[in-house]
């Protein structure tokens, strides 16, 4: 598997200048779904990252989005996943030469072994969809960032809620999962009615959709692996229900 010179090229988005300046075959070999350095360049644009700060990056997969927010904001990253192990993701940051910088933790969302007001930030990219949809769980995972710290998730989700079930040309490809897809309205509303976060953002990535379609076609192109579905059914949706929904909230006093 290997990228031709076009394909790489296409990969180099203006817009994601940051992204555009590590190794695609890097993500691609790595990759658990969209382009993780996309989705966290689109999130952390609307946020204050600063050199040394403590973030959690919350269902980090194989710690894409860590090692480069490591590399690029020198922030500490603790890498924090369930389905990959803790062991794996160290040998990936030692690798990527920022061990004194991001840690890999093991642990599931509901049983995290931080201190209270512990971190900085807490981002999610392309995870929080996954245990983040229950009314109290932003009540439990704010309690981690220090007041006045901002929390920012980047998930697949929907410009505005099925008001009449799955769209019948969705209907194909429809998988029962993607319940866990929500509007920023949604996840707005989601938010603030517990007052633990503040939200300052509740938006989707403006060619969110044009890119995952553009990511999977090079995937299936370069031999990487991707889901034909999920590329049937961008191709079939063209951007009218389907985006990135992207929200930053700030946990509040100071
Ligand atoms: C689609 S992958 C995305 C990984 C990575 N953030 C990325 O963008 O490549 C979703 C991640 O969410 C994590 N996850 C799902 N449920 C979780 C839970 N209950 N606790 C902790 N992590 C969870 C999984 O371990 C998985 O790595």
């Known amino acids: ?33 969209p382009n993780a350095l996309w989705l966290t360049e689109a999130l952390v644009e609307t946020m204050e990252l600063r050199p040394g700060m403590r ?3 919350m269902g980090c997969g194989t710690a894409l989005s860590s090692i480069f927010l490591a590399k690029e904001f020198g922030v500490q990253v603790w890498a924090n996943d369930l389905w990959i192990p803790a062991s794996e993701n160290w040998a990936r940051v030692q690798a990527a030469g920022v061990a004194d910088r991001v840690f890999p933790i093991h642990a599931e969302a509901h049983a995290l072994p931080y201190a209270e007001g512990f971190f900085d930030a807490a981002v999610s ?51 029962w999962e993607f319940g866990s897809f929500h509007s920023p309205a949604w996840w707005r509303q ?40 999920d590329l049937a059914l961008l191709e079939a949706d063209a951007g009218q229900h389907f985006a990135f929904a992207r929200v930053v909230g700030r946990r509040p006093g100071a």
Not at 2 to 28: C, I, K, N, V
Request: some cysteine.
């Open 1 to 33: 598997m290997s990228l031709t010179p076009e394909q790489a090229q296409r990969l180099r988005l203006p817009h994601y200048p940051r992204s555009a300046g590590h190794d695609p075959e890097w993500a691609l070999t790595h990759l658990m779904g």
């Open 55 to 57: 973030v959690l990056d």
């Open 125 to 175: 990219l392309d995870a929080y969809h996954y245990f983040g949809t229950a009314d109290l769980y932003i009540g439990y995972f704010a309690r981690f960032t220090r007041p006045g710290g901002q929390i920012g998730i980047v998930v697949p989700g929907l410009h505005a809620e099925f008001e009449a079930g799955v769209p019948a040309h969705l209907a194909p490809y429809w998988d």
């Open 190 to 229: 989601h938010w603030e009615k517990t007052g633990q976060v503040a939200v300052e953002r509740a938006d989707t990535l403006p060619e969110g959709w044009r890119e995952w379609k553009l990511w999977l076609e090079i995937c299936r192109d370069a031999g990487y692996r991707h889901s034909p579905n």
